[in-house]
Protein backbone atom coordinates (compact mmCIF):
# COMPACT_ATOMS: atom_id res chain seq x y z
CA UNK A 1 0.00 0.00 0.00
CA UNK A 2 1.44 3.39 -1.12
CA UNK A 3 0.02 6.40 0.99
CA UNK A 4 -0.35 9.95 -0.99
CA UNK A 5 -0.94 13.06 0.62
CA UNK A 6 -4.26 14.99 1.01
CA UNK A 7 -7.12 16.14 3.26
CA UNK A 8 -9.01 14.11 4.85
CA UNK A 9 -12.32 15.15 6.45
CA UNK A 10 -14.83 13.80 9.08
CA UNK A 11 -18.44 14.37 9.71
CA UNK A 12 -20.48 13.24 12.36
CA UNK A 13 -22.84 10.58 11.54
CA UNK A 14 -25.89 12.72 11.08
CA UNK A 15 -23.59 14.98 9.55
CA UNK A 16 -23.99 17.70 10.69
CA UNK A 17 -20.46 19.09 11.46
CA UNK A 18 -16.93 18.76 10.77
CA UNK A 19 -14.86 16.86 13.33
CA UNK A 20 -11.58 17.39 12.10
CA UNK A 21 -9.52 18.32 8.69
CA UNK A 22 -6.57 16.28 8.68
CA UNK A 23 -3.74 16.52 6.00
CA UNK A 24 -1.40 13.22 4.97
CA UNK A 25 1.43 13.91 3.75
CA UNK A 26 5.42 12.35 3.14
CA UNK A 27 7.47 13.15 6.34
CA UNK A 28 10.58 15.64 5.84
CA UNK A 29 13.35 15.71 7.61
CA UNK A 30 12.17 18.69 10.32
CA UNK A 31 9.02 16.79 11.13
CA UNK A 32 11.22 13.52 12.13
CA UNK A 33 13.31 15.92 14.16
CA UNK A 34 9.58 17.30 15.97
CA UNK A 35 8.35 14.04 16.70
CA UNK A 36 11.80 12.66 17.85
CA UNK A 37 12.16 14.60 20.63
CA UNK A 38 8.94 15.02 22.26
CA UNK A 39 8.84 13.73 25.62
CA UNK A 40 5.34 12.59 27.43
CA UNK A 41 4.67 11.78 30.96
CA UNK A 42 3.46 8.72 32.18
CA UNK A 43 1.36 6.52 31.26
CA UNK A 44 2.07 7.83 27.63
CA UNK A 45 5.99 7.87 28.30
CA UNK A 46 5.60 4.50 26.41
CA UNK A 47 5.13 6.99 23.36
CA UNK A 48 8.63 8.56 24.06
CA UNK A 49 11.66 7.52 21.03
CA UNK A 50 14.75 6.24 23.11
CA UNK A 51 16.99 6.16 19.80
CA UNK A 52 18.66 9.26 18.72
CA UNK A 53 17.53 11.88 16.77
CA UNK A 54 19.97 11.13 13.68
CA UNK A 55 19.21 7.35 13.54
CA UNK A 56 15.16 8.37 13.70
CA UNK A 57 15.87 10.55 10.86
CA UNK A 58 17.96 8.46 8.93
CA UNK A 59 14.91 5.29 9.52
CA UNK A 60 12.06 7.80 9.09
CA UNK A 61 13.47 9.00 6.00
CA UNK A 62 13.96 5.65 4.31
CA UNK A 63 11.72 4.96 1.31
CA UNK A 64 10.56 1.54 2.42
CA UNK A 65 9.57 3.34 5.55
CA UNK A 66 6.70 5.33 3.64
CA UNK A 67 6.56 7.31 6.66
CA UNK A 68 3.59 10.11 6.45
CA UNK A 69 2.64 13.00 9.27
CA UNK A 70 -0.84 13.69 9.66
CA UNK A 71 -1.44 17.61 10.48
CA UNK A 72 -4.61 19.01 11.81
CA UNK A 73 -4.24 22.84 11.12
CA UNK A 74 -0.74 22.96 9.86
CA UNK A 75 -0.01 21.47 12.96
CA UNK A 76 2.12 18.03 13.75
CA UNK A 77 -1.24 15.78 14.98
CA UNK A 78 0.28 12.28 14.38
CA UNK A 79 2.99 9.55 12.62
CA UNK A 80 2.33 6.82 10.68
CA UNK A 81 4.19 4.63 8.38
CA UNK A 82 3.36 2.35 5.70
CA UNK A 83 5.94 -0.12 5.45
CA UNK A 84 6.77 -3.13 5.48
CA UNK A 85 7.49 -2.87 9.31
CA UNK A 86 4.38 -1.52 9.97
CA UNK A 87 2.11 -4.50 9.64
CA UNK A 88 2.11 -6.94 12.76
CA UNK A 89 0.78 -10.33 12.34
CA UNK A 90 -3.19 -10.97 13.24
CA UNK A 91 -5.08 -14.26 13.49
CA UNK A 92 -6.56 -13.75 9.80
CA UNK A 93 -5.44 -10.41 8.83
CA UNK A 94 -2.67 -8.25 9.06
CA UNK A 95 -3.24 -4.57 9.63
CA UNK A 96 -1.14 -1.71 10.08
CA UNK A 97 0.21 -0.03 12.89
CA UNK A 98 0.37 3.43 13.42
CA UNK A 99 1.76 5.88 16.31
CA UNK A 100 0.41 9.20 17.00
CA UNK A 101 2.18 12.39 18.53
CA UNK A 102 -0.89 14.45 19.26
CA UNK A 103 -0.07 16.58 22.09
Given at each position: MKATA???TRRLESGRSVISDLTLRPVTEDDV???A?????PP???YNMTQPVDE??????QPETN???ILREDELAGFCTFGSDAWVPAATTRRPVSTSVSG
Open positions: GTVRDFTRRYESDDAVQYFLCHV
